[in-house]
């Protein structure tokens, strides 16, 4: 009977310290307060290497559930050897300044919020955070590129597509200069490149955020290149992070490949 409880004792205590890890994924949310996120792991994922991660934004009424069901992204996580994280804003959109929803948010609930997943997915999971990567479109290209104006430090690097700040655009950043892959379509009439008016407020114009980030960073032009899809205008800061521009002919849209050559662009440069 005593080895009975004995061994019944060992089953708890493995449910236990392993639960917090087994409870969320690809199907369910990982809980973090009223906030959530999922998480996909590659298939020949080894939990004692820890391994670097795609942390995704969605667009408007986009979910974390949604990016879950994107094969393409799933298949280029899988090839990479790394995490996709989805995250979720707490309503349809997320709470940026200048944002329609509310002009006059800080961001701080979403920084509080990014902070919070970053804590809480390097604790759950094998995940290295010197290796975090913030990517996402649209609405959530535009989370990224305030995350990169207010966390840089959070991130190895950071890839906006189709997405920018809401005006008035920031004078300048707050945090370090990072390194960013900023993807755009040449086309893209929902969020163009010189941005449109929305309600009561407007979205910000590339290449007068793009002027303020060189200065931010002391930003000098590289060279000009073309890969694939992409033409890309690329940069180098005075602290060796690179900021390059690269657009495609196209509309509002984007590819899993753009994300690879971002991802690919930034190892280059020695951030992963």
Not at 77 to 87: D, P, R, S
Request: charged residues 20%; hydrophobic residues 35%; glycine residues 10%.
């Amino acid at each position: 009977m005593t080895g009975v409880r004995f061994f019944f004792s060992c089953v708890v205590i493995y449910i236990l310290a392993t639960g917090s890890a087994q409870a969320c994924g690809v199907d369910t949310n990982c809980q973090i307060g009223d906030r959530h996120y999922r998480i996909l792991m590659p298939e020949d994922y080894n939990s004692t290497e820890k391994i670097g991660a795609l942390v995704w934004s969605h667009g408007y009424r986009g979910s974390a559930s949604g990016m879950m069901k994107n094969k393409s992204m799933a298949r280029l996580a899988n090839q990479l050897g790394i995490a996709l994280i989805a995250t979720k804003s707490l309503r349809d959109d997320w709470d940026i300044p200048g944002t329609p929803s509310n002009v006059q948010s800080t961001g701080a609930a979403e920084f509080a919020y990014f902070d919070a997943l970053i804590e809480d997915v390097t604790t759950r999971f094998s995940i290295d955070p010197a290796r975090l990567v913030a990517t996402g479109f649209s609405a959530g290209g535009m989370m990224v590129w305030n995350l990169a104006c207010h966390r840089s430090q959070k991130f190895a690097g950071f890839i906006p597509i189709a997405g920018t700040f809401w005006e008035p655009t920031p004078e300048a950043c707050k945090s370090e200069p990072a390194s960013i892959v900023h993807i755009h379509g040449t086309e893209d009439r929902i969020v163009p490149l010189r941005g449109r008016k929305i309600a009561n407020t407007r979205q910000g114009d590339i290449f007068n955020v793009l002027e303020m980030y060189k200065m931010h960073g002391g930003y000098k032009s590289q060279s000009t290149t073309r890969d694939k899809d992409l033409s890309c205008e690329n940069h180098l800061g005075e602290s060796d992070e690179i900021l390059n521009f690269c657009t495609f002919t196209g509309g509002h849209s984007f590819k899993s490949e753009y994300v690879r050559q971002g991802w690919e662009m930034l190892e280059a440069a020695g951030k992963l």
